[in-house]
């Protein structure tokens, strides 16, 4: 097959997501692209776009594209569909809300001029993420729904993402798949904590909905009887507000913020990884500290009870910051009984969740499914009418 897959942050899970699937797909002899955000980059993407670029025939391709809805979209639909013109595409898969749209669009005029593309989504979270009742959410769901009509197939990474996307946009329509995120084998080298690695460690993007606020109201808690150190790794549009509360809080000689760094160095750095997060999809960097052995301290939010399922790794509320200090405590006056929780999970992790087990579930998907019917809107029908 000949596929490329369309997202817009080249950052964080999603993108690790991408890269894997895209390398086991190319691995498996189907011929690869990528296409992404010009406009969103930290200091790792070029590293990993220059290790995969070799492996995939269908290139790498770079466009802008804006994290806010806006007139530019159109621009980028067509430069979607543009550059997929060119590639002789059986699949086009988006990633994310935007990569989602784009990538359904461009199948779906493709399509009608006789490309049978076949378009696949995976949200990531994503929209699904937004603040329940909120008019960007009502918005963005009903934009969602609409869209399901030029959608061959769904991909989530968790039941708890389709129950969400079943409830909120569409209980039947696309044809839908459940395949968990995986790893590789070398994901599951245990990290050893450098001699100056702080007591916690949290690595992922600095914006609200991880919760890292929660986490520095936390340590302000402790830090009168207990002081507890932590380093913060990642990038992200709250990085400044997130220092700024630090110092607001007394934390200048306790936080370390490290900036975006490769998440094998970045375990590294602390003895306890926390995800704080206000909501989730399936998150990688569970599911990557997991498999290094590091003792873990995550909320019960999105995906991740079926990421510690039939484990004894307890997860806390999310959003609250006493419970969060009270876990830290309890987790670090306990440390053999952190390691042991650690070294059963690592266990279930390695037997459950592999790269080639996803990338072997979606190529099966794709083949399973047919394009959907590409006919173009009424008014789309007569525009080229009136222009021929």
């Known amino acids: ?57 269908l290139g790498i391709a770079r466009i802008p594209i804006n994290r806010q809805p806006g007139l530019s979209d159109l621009a980028a639909v067509r430069a979607v569909r543009a550059h997929a013109a060119t590639l002789d595409l059986d699949v086009l898969h988006g ?6 749209a784009y990538a359904r ?22 929209s699904l993420n937004f603040k329940p009742g909120s008019l960007e959410q009502r918005i963005l769901l009903m934009i969602e729904g609409g869209l399901e009509s030029m959608t061959s197939g769904l991909i989530f990474e968790s039941a708890y993402a389709a129950r969400v996307y079943r409830s909120r946009v569409s209980a039947k329509g696309a044809p839908q798949r459940i395949i968990p995120n995986g790893l590789k084998p070398t994901d599951f080298t245990p990290a050893k904590p450098r001699p100056d690695a702080t007591d916690l460690l949290f690595v992922g993007e600095l914006r609200s909905i991880k919760g890292v606020d929660f986490l520095l109201k936390a340590l302000a808690e402790l830090k009168f009887d207990h002081p507890v150190t932590a380093t913060i790794v990642g990038s992200g549009p709250d990085a400044e507000p997130l220092k700024k509360l630090a110092s607001t809080l007394g934390l200048d000689n306790l936080v370390t913020f490290a900036g975006a760094l490769p998440v094998r160095e970045a375990f590294g750095l602390g003895r306890i990884m926390v995800v704080p997060s206000l909501a989730e999809s399936f998150p990688y960097v569970v599911l990557e500290a997991a498999a290094a052995g590091l003792p873990l301290i995550a909320t019960n939010v999105g995906g991740i009870p079926e990421i510690v399922a039939d484990t004894d790794t307890v997860l806390i509320e ?44 979606v190529l099966d998907f794709y083949a399973e499914t047919s394009p959907r019917p590409a006919r173009l809107p009424s008014w789309e029908l007569k525009l080229q009418s009136h222009r021929q």
């Not at 650690?342 to 579930?361: C, D, H, N, P």
């Open 1 to 57: 097959m000949r596929i490329l897959h369309c997202l817009r942050a080249p950052v964080g899970g999603l993108f690790r997501h991408v890269l894997d699937l895209a390398e086991e797909q190319a691995a498996h002899g189907h011929d690869v692209g990528i296409l992404a955000a010009s406009t969103t980059e930290d200091r790792l993407t070029s590293a990993k776009f220059a290790a995969i670029a070799p492996k995939l025939r």
């Open 95 to 100: 990633h994310g809300a935007k990569g989602g």
């Open 105 to 126: 669009f461009a199948a779906r005029r493709l399509s009608a001029r006789g490309h049978h593309v076949k378009s696949f989504y995976t949200p990531h979270g994503g």
């Open 318 to 361: 999310p959003g609250n910051a006493a419970g969060l200090a009270s876990a830290l405590r309890a987790t670090l006056g306990d440390a053999e009984a952190a390691r042991g929780r650690a070294k059963r999970l690592r266990a279930k992790i390695e037997s459950r969740f592999t790269v080639a087990a996803m990338t072997g579930a």
